[in-house]
């Protein structure tokens, strides 16, 4: 999809339109006078290499298309007083409205009846762009949903209410079927605009088809298995947002492709057999941008938004929003019949910045929602990052590296934060969580990082990537360190809470001799741990650890077993290692999980770093 209609108008019609603009040149005009200048007084006009500059299409009705046709011409203007025999070169432009219908291929065009000088600087009103799709930016997108549902849901502006999908296609003259597109759920939906035999999949045989009328919805009964009910509906709203405002669009593309019929709409966002980013793109990212602006219509979500939010605060005595975020937003997805991703990201857009910080999942499980300081976060900043994401940047990032020992900082809850009991306490179970404080208050203790999503790269598509990190979520996302701890010089709060946070470690490392085995011992005593516990912690034997400890065994995947089980503050496990002159192979994968654990893993229970270490297969054979 992308067919320019100047190119098609071009095409088809450039000759009857070269005989207009000559026509037009044979007479007078004013404008073209003062370009005259270098001249007496005006003669002839020569009009060479006219050509369609643009056009400028609104449509009138559902097929019948307005435009304003623009046409430039290179002119040679002569003197009338043929004495001087002085000529001019220049240009011109000039433009007319024509009409035609869509699904007549524009046979029926009528050219225009008249031209005149081309005005850029004249306001013109609902125009689509050259490929027939809607010229809307962001902030349009609540605006077109009203009028759709003013037009086929009235209803549901007047109260909050969920869309009933099989009403509103009935109400659109639509038809819609539950079909198996792919077998694999990559396909949610499809919406036919002409008669055709469609391709559905249906365990048993191959290439079955079936036949369908133009104005036929197609949805996958997987996207409400693989998903849920608010999935199918939202394919269904979506399909309806194709017809409605990308039939043109489409129109146009089957002028040059007779044997197109349909639309099929990916899992992951796009347009099926489209992977560049180029007009089929566009009309995806409209469809899904306005189908839930109409499924949760402004006034009608923040008023059942906020009257959710009351309930929750009244029942839970919750005195911080982020404490009922997550279960409004649910509230909200099942009184909408939406997703909870699809509520998450209204909310978003809404103006509720909380939302951002609920239902992301990483590492096999939800992070506990958190909150920070309004506006700190860019669109594309966050705090939370997975364990090989963190371990890829703390090789990646000589910055990150220096920062995470400078400034005391231990992963938690999928963030990077600084090591303080005012932002970290044990969960109970063996291992760290964070403080309410500091899940409130994220700006303060945790380190920023910047997003990016693999292989994509358009703006808009990014925005609804960046929110929808979910657990049905078909993105790849990619972190840089953002210096986020750095950058905070004036916060004197924090720089307080990173010294005390160093303090502990430096008074350990400076009760330590200079040598490897009195460092070793050292340890062990502040940490009250005996070889047989340590053996037990590490599953290595007594003998074993005794060897380490002497470096008789060199083996430095084992020692840090052994320093994770004394729990060895990052500062110190560094120097013991160096003094040792240990070092881990940047060769081996494991490498990467290994300083991840010394780093940020260290005052975690054995139990739980074993935990870490299988998720992620390493081995200590």
Same mark, same amino acid.
Request: hydrophobic fraction near 35%; charged fraction near 30%; aromatic fraction near 10%.
């Given at each position: 999809?992308?067919?320019?209609?100047?190119?098609?108008?071009?095409?088809?019609?450039?000759?009857?339109?070269?005989?207009?603009?000559?026509?037009?040149?044979?007479?007078?005009?004013?404008?073209?006078?003062?370009?005259?200048?270098?001249?007496?007084?005006?003669?002839?006009?020569?009009?060479?290499?006219?050509?369609?500059?643009?056009?400028?299409?609104?449509?009138?009705?559902?097929?019948?298309?307005?435009?304003?046709?623009?046409?430039?011409?290179?002119?040679?203007?002569?003197?009338?007083?043929?004495?001087?025999?002085?000529?001019?070169?220049?240009?011109?432009?000039?433009?007319?409205?024509?009409?035609?219908?869509?699904?007549?291929?524009?046979?029926?065009?009528?050219?225009?009846?008249?031209?005149?000088?081309?005005?850029?600087?004249?306001?013109?009103?609902?125009?689509?762009?050259?490929?027939?799709?809607?010229?809307?930016?962001?902030?349009?997108?609540?605006?077109?949903?009203?009028?759709?549902?003013?037009?086929?849901?009235?209803?549901?502006?007047?109260?909050?209410?969920?869309?009933?999908?099989?009403?509103?296609?009935?109400?659109?003259?639509?038809?819609?079927?539950?079909?198996?597109?792919?077998?694999?759920?990559?396909?949610?939906?499809?919406?036919?605009?002409?008669?055709?035999?469609?391709?559905?999949?249906?365990?048993?045989?191959?290439?079955?088809?079936?036949?369908?009328?133009?104005?036929?919805?197609?949805?996958?009964?997987?996207?409400?298995?693989?998903?849920?009910?608010?999935?199918?509906?939202?394919?269904?709203?979506?399909?309806?947002?194709?017809?409605?405002?990308?039939?043109?669009?489409?129109?146009?593309?089957?002028?040059?492709?007779?044997?197109?019929?349909?639309?099929?709409?990916?899992?992951?966002?796009?347009?099926?057999?489209?992977?560049?980013?180029?007009?089929?793109?566009?009309?995806?990212?409209?469809?899904?941008?306005?189908?839930?602006?109409?499924?949760?219509?402004?006034?009608?979500?923040?008023?059942?938004?906020?009257?959710?939010?009351?309930?929750?605060?009244?029942?839970?005595?919750?005195?911080?929003?982020?404490?009922?975020?997550?279960?409004?937003?649910?509230?909200?997805?099942?009184?909408?019949?939406?997703?909870?991703?699809?509520?998450?990201?209204?909310?978003?857009?809404?103006?509720?910045?909380?939302?951002?910080?609920?239902?992301?999942?990483?590492?096999?499980?939800?992070?506990? *929602?958190?909150?920070? %300081?309004?506006?700190?976060? +860019?669109?594309?900043? $966050? #705090?939370?990052?997975?364990? /090989?994401?963190?371990? @890829?940047?703390?090789?990646?990032?000589?910055?990150?590296?220096?920062?995470?020992?400078?400034?005391?900082?231990?992963?938690?809850?999928?963030?990077?934060?600084?090591?303080?009991?005012?932002?970290?306490?044990?969960?109970?179970?063996?291992?760290?969580?964070?403080?309410?404080?500091?899940?409130?208050?994220?700006?303060?203790?945790?380190?920023?990082?910047?997003?990016?999503?693999?292989?994509?790269?358009?703006?808009?598509?990014?925005?609804?990537?960046?929110?929808?990190?979910?657990?049905?979520?078909?993105?790849?996302?990619?972190?840089?360190?953002?210096?986020?701890?750095?950058?905070?010089?004036?916060?004197?709060?924090?720089?307080?809470?990173?010294?005390?946070?160093?303090?502990?470690?430096?008074?350990?490392?400076?009760?330590?001799?200079?040598?490897? *085995?009195?460092?070793? %011992?050292?340890?062990?005593? +502040?940490?009250?741990? $005996? #070889?047989?516990?340590?053996? /037990?912690?590490?599953? @290595?034997?007594?003998?074993?650890?005794?060897?380490?400890?002497?470096?008789?065994?060199?083996?430095?995947?084992?020692?840090?077993?052994?320093?994770?089980?004394?729990?060895?503050?990052?500062?110190?496990?560094?120097?013991?290692?160096?003094?040792?002159?240990?070092?881990?192979?940047?060769?081996?994968?494991?490498?990467?999980?290994?300083?991840?654990?010394?780093?940020?893993?260290?005052?975690?229970?054995?139990?739980?770093?074993?935990?870490?270490?299988?998720?992620?297969?390493?081995?200590?054979?």
């Amino acid at each position: 999809m992308g067919i320019s209609i100047a190119s098609y108008i071009e095409e088809k019609f450039g000759d009857a339109l070269e005989e207009c603009t000559e026509e037009y040149y044979e007479s007078p005009h004013d404008w073209l006078e003062k370009k005259a200048w270098n001249l007496h007084v005006l003669g002839e006009v020569r009009v060479e290499n006219t050509r369609v500059h643009r056009v400028i299409p609104k449509l009138r009705s559902s097929s019948c298309l307005e435009m304003e046709i623009v046409l430039y011409s290179d002119l040679t203007l002569f003197d009338g007083d043929q004495h001087t025999g002085k000529s001019q070169e220049t240009y011109g432009y000039i433009s007319g409205t024509a009409s035609g219908h869509l699904d007549k291929n524009l046979d029926d065009l009528v050219l225009p009846a008249a031209f005149e000088n081309y005005d850029p600087d004249k306001k013109r009103c609902g125009i689509l762009d050259e490929s027939l799709v809607p010229r809307w930016k962001a902030e349009d997108f609540d605006s077109v949903a009203t009028a759709f549902l003013k037009k086929y849901y009235r209803e549901a502006l007047e109260k909050p209410m969920p869309i009933d999908t099989d009403e509103l296609v009935k109400r659109m003259g639509l038809t819609k079927k539950i079909c198996s597109l792919t077998g694999t759920g990559a396909v949610f939906g499809r919406i036919y605009f002409r008669d055709d035999m469609a391709s559905v999949y249906e365990e048993g045989f191959k290439d079955k088809t079936i036949p369908v009328h133009a104005g036929t919805i197609i949805v996958d009964p997987d996207a409400r298995f693989l998903r849920n009910v608010g999935a199918e509906n939202n394919t269904v709203v979506h399909e309806c947002v194709h017809w409605e405002y990308h039939r043109p669009a489409f129109e146009l593309e089957r002028m040059m492709d007779s044997e197109l019929s349909q639309i099929a709409c990916c899992v992951s966002g796009g347009i099926l057999g489209q992977d560049a980013w180029t007009k089929s793109h566009i009309v995806e990212w409209q469809a899904n941008r306005l189908a839930p602006c109409i499924q949760m219509p402004k006034a009608m979500f923040e008023r059942k938004a906020t009257e959710f939010l009351q309930e929750f605060a009244e029942e839970c005595g919750a005195d911080d929003v982020i404490d009922i975020m997550e279960p409004t937003i649910d509230a909200l997805a099942s009184f909408f019949d939406v997703s909870r991703m699809a509520a998450k990201i209204r909310m978003c857009q809404l103006g509720y910045e909380e939302a951002r910080g609920t239902f992301i999942w990483l590492d096999g499980h939800y992070v506990p *929602a958190h909150a920070w %300081k309004r506006g700190y976060l +860019e669109e594309n900043q $966050t #705090f939370t990052i997975n364990s /090989e994401q963190l371990g @890829l940047q703390m090789y990646g990032s000589y910055v990150l590296h220096r920062d995470e020992r400078r400034f005391g900082l231990v992963y938690v809850e999928s963030h990077l934060v600084v090591n303080s009991p005012s932002y970290v306490q044990s969960d109970g179970f063996g291992g760290l969580a964070l403080t309410d404080y500091a899940r409130s208050h994220m700006d303060e203790c945790a380190i920023v990082f910047e997003m990016t999503i693999a292989g994509k790269q358009d703006g808009d598509y990014a925005s609804f990537c960046y929110l929808n990190r979910d657990q049905d979520a078909d993105v790849t996302m990619e972190f840089k360190y953002h210096h986020g701890l750095e950058n905070e010089k004036d916060d004197g709060k924090k720089i307080a809470t990173i010294d005390k946070s160093l303090c502990e470690q430096k008074r350990l490392y400076e009760k330590m001799p200079r040598n490897f *085995a009195g460092m070793m %011992k050292t340890m062990r005593e +502040e940490s009250e741990m $005996t #070889f047989d516990k340590i053996a /037990e912690e590490t599953y @290595l034997s007594k003998r074993t650890v005794q060897r380490l400890f002497t470096r008789e065994n060199k083996d430095a995947k084992k020692l840090v077993l052994v320093l994770l089980s004394m729990q060895t503050p990052p500062l110190v496990s560094d120097a013991i290692m160096k003094t040792g002159g240990y070092a881990l192979s940047l060769a081996e994968e494991d490498t990467l999980y290994l300083n991840l654990a010394l780093m940020n893993c260290w005052n975690y229970a054995m139990e739980r770093i074993w935990g870490f270490f299988n998720e992620h297969n390493i081995k200590f054979d």
